[in-house]
């Protein structure tokens, strides 16, 4: 997860470099660095830390046409200046960046590279140690290159440069992410089209095992047998102002406040001309030709993933089986005779998720992929995409791509269940407009949450979020937003198993946040709550108008019992937001984490 940019033209490189890489400082931001070519040879500039702090390792009076950068997330070797890339070969001929994974680093390494002293702990080191290996040994670049890319196994999104050759970027692509963009006098590289939006809006896609040679006015695309391969460029369809913060302190603020806008998209994007909800045909077809539906992801879409299971059986009267994508692949259940896989990923790169569409492919399953990013791999190798029309999701703690999946799955199952003649008892169409106004309700109601963040979590080391039925797995989705963007030890429980043992944990103070959303455990919730508050804990119960009691610290705006979930996450959301902020955590870019997980 980590990213990647690169720049040949006519403009100086070092700024393009370093403005692309703040755009995909989302992606990992452990450290970074950029290599820049010019008669003089090839100058790297790499730090620990974050763009700003390489920006400021930059030699200003450098000019170079020709450059390649990354920013890391570590995954072989700790963050430091040695580990981060650039990596150089022996000699400082060649010079790479990486994102992804060398699975037989270990074996190349004995095999060929025994004689050759490693200055990093980095997988990545021995790619360009190769290079230079077999350019040693006569071959061209470009060959060298190519036949490094036939020993490689494992995933990897290249940039390579040498400094006999300022003309050209040598690029390869296999699992990670990695995209040609093309100017007028110069030709861009990029982990994804936001790096490098600010200079051209056209891209070319790049599939696995496929090798670029990338010159200011050419790009030749080739398999790993030399074979040229013609591809048509696509138009980005992002818009520049969707990835700025504009007058927010953090992207994760925006992107909560955007929720109710994403909802009029969605019910907008899936209507047709005659206010019907629509879904591809083809798609609907696959839903009625299963037996059972298996739905993949990780995090926050896995737990989108448990909603929608209640959404398809209810709607669509379909069996659901939701699993952990890293787990799924190995560890498969025994499947269905006739199954669909739905996965559920907004950045669509998910290698846990990616390496089980990979195999149910090959078991001759059919797939849908439910994203956020058009193109993305997970959408590009499944059978079908449905798109959540959520606008880029910068902040690494997703918002509105949750609300986005649950509207969308949402659709997806009335509109299946509808084509089997089950009708709903509601509009899904009128609820979910009513669920776009009780968002905007929620999201004017920050300084509520602020003053529950203050009150409940400013000191405590721990959290439990309880919910009875849909309303646990909400409290799922709001224990990890708690604990990955403050650092706060959270949980998420149903709320009848916590005296099954976990009710030990309960001190005088403890924090539960219990979702009362549901009619028919209302009570059954109010009598878990009871239980830990006899215990010491300090209760924070957020139900439903309708449902209220005296008792109760928020009560959220009315809508379908159903679809409580796509309203009752924002609280959590700006809780969550509000806990971090007080503990000055880096809201946006917590430690550890990266948005989008390309690594296994
Ligand atoms: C969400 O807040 C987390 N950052 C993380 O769990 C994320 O949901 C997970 O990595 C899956 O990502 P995806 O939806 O892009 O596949």
């Not at 890489?21 to 950029?34: F, H, P, T, V």
């Not at 730090?47 to 450059?67: F, M, P, Q, W, Y």
């Not at 787990?327 to 006739?338: A, D, I, R």
Request: proline share 3%; charged share 20%.
């Amino acid at each position: 997860m980590c990213g990647i940019v690169g720049y040949i033209g006519y403009n100086d490189s070092k700024e393009i470099l370093l403005k692309g890489l703040e755009k995909l400082e989302y992606r990992g931001y452990d450290s970074a660095g950029i290599a820049v070519i010019n008669n003089e040879g090839v100058h790297v500039f790499k730090e620990k830390g974050r763009i700003v702090d390489l920006r400021a390792a930059v030699d200003t009076n450098v000019e170079a046409s020709t450059g390649i950068g990354h920013t890391r997330w570590a995954t072989h070797g700790v963050p430091s200046k040695t580990n981060s890339h650039p990596h150089q070969s022996a000699s400082g001929r060649f010079t790479l960046v990486h994102n992804g994974v060398i699975e037989n680093y270990d074996l190349l390494k004995r095999e060929y590279l025994q004689n050759v002293s490693m200055k990093s702990e980095t997988d990545t080191e021995i790619i360009v140690q190769l290079v230079e290996l077999f350019a040693n040994d006569g071959l061209s670049t470009e060959e060298a290159f190519r036949k490094t890319l036939t020993l490689l196994h494992g995933s990897y999104a290249l940039a390579l440069i040498d400094n006999q050759d300022q003309e050209t970027i040598y690029v390869a692509k296999n699992k990670s992410p990695l995209l040609v963009g093309l100017g007028f006098g110069f030709n861009v590289v990029a982990s994804d089209a936001m790096a490098m939006l600010q200079v051209t809006d056209k891209y070319v896609e790049l599939m696995d095992k496929e090798m670029v040679i990338v010159k200011k006015d050419e790009v030749t695309i080739q398999n790993l047998d030399g074979e040229v391969i013609n591809r048509e460029p696509y138009t980005a369809e992002l818009d520049a102002s969707d990835i700025e913060k504009g007058t927010y302190p953090h992207y994760m603020l925006k992107e909560i406040d955007e929720q109710p806008a994403v909802m009029r998209k969605i019910i907008q994007n899936y209507q047709d001309q005659n206010g019907e909800l629509k879904i591809d045909a083809n798609i609907v077809s696959a839903m009625n030709d299963a037996d059972r539906i298996y739905i993949v992801a990780a995090g926050t879409s896995y737990h989108s993933g448990l909603v929608g299971k209640q959404f398809i059986e209810e709607m669509a009267q379909i069996p659901v089986e939701v699993h952990i994508s890293s787990e799924f692949g190995y560890n498969m259940p025994l499947l269905s005779k006739k199954p669909l896989f739905i996965f559920l990923s907004q950045s669509g790169e998910t290698a846990d998720s990616r390496q089980v569409l990979v195999q149910v492919k090959e078991m001759g399953h059919k797939s849908l992929t439910i994203t956020n990013v058009p193109g993305s791999t997970l959408s590009r190798e499944a059978d079908y995409t449905l798109l959540l029309h959520a606008g880029p999701e910068i902040a690494v703690a997703s918002t509105k791509a949750y609300t986005a999946q649950l509207a969308v799955l949402a659709i997806l199952a009335e509109v299946t269940g509808k084509s089997r003649g089950l009708e709903l008892s509601f509009s899904l169409i009128q609820e979910l407009g009513i669920v776009a106004n009780a968002m905007d309700v929620l999201c004017d109601s920050k300084e509520e949450f602020e003053a529950i963040a203050r009150e409940y979590l400013a000191t405590t080391r721990n959290c439990f979020f309880i919910g009875r039925g849909i309303d646990y797995y909400v409290g799922l989705e709001g224990a990890l937003k708690l604990k990955e963007i403050s650092y706060i030890q959270a949980e998420g429980f149903a709320g009848g198993e916590l005296k099954h043992g976990t009710i030990a944990l309960i001190e005088d103070g403890t924090p539960i946040i219990a979702l009362a959303t549901q009619g028919f455990v209302n009570l059954s919730i109010r009598g878990n709550v009871k239980e830990v508050v006899a215990r010491g804990a300090n209760p924070c119960i957020i139900s439903m108008e309708g449902l209220n009691m005296d008792e109760d610290r928020f009560v959220i705006p009315e809508v379908h019992q159903t679809l409580t979930p796509l309203i009752s996450v924002v609280p959590m959301q700006l809780i969550s937001y509000y806990a971090a902020l007080h503990r000055d955590c880096d809201v946006d870019k917590p430690r550890n984490l990266a948005k989008s997980v390309t690594v296994e």
